[in-house]
């Protein structure tokens, strides 16, 4: 069974930082391509960053510079370090993985900036 367990939101001010994490099993973590994707109310769920096997990695413009992706392939966890944090960024975040066929999303967590 897969599971992605995502932790780490919580509520900063303007400008503060925070750090995601999202430990999965059930897959042979180093294998697969790692995404963080986030949804604030009324909106699109929208790409965030993802790193590959390789760690490779890409981020949405709004993101870039500000936001980093990362893994650790021994603990089964991608991380995303976010700084700079502004208002537009409060949404709640997910972790997701496309594994056997399958995609497989993880719990949200809830990021909340105060301007």
């Known amino acids: 069974q897969v599971r992605l367990v995502a932790s780490g939101g919580g509520l900063v001010q303007f400008g503060g930082s925070l750090r995601l994490s999202c430990t999965a099993s059930g897959i042979n973590f180093r294998l697969y391509t790692m995404n963080w994707y986030r949804q604030a109310t009324g909106k699109y769920r929208e790409m965030v960053a993802n790193?590959?096997?390789?760690?490779?990695?890409n981020y949405v413009d709004s993101v870039a510079c500000r936001f980093t992706i990362s893994r650790d392939n021994v603990r089964n966890t991608v991380s995303l370090q976010m700084n700079s944090l502004k208002p537009e960024d409060t949404a709640a975040y997910y972790c997701?993985?496309?594994?056997?066929?399958?995609?497989?999303w993880g719990r949200g967590t809830q990021v909340t900036i105060s301007s």
């Open positions: 997701k993985v496309r594994a056997r066929g399958s995609l497989f």
């Open positions: 790193i590959t096997s390789h760690g490779s990695t």
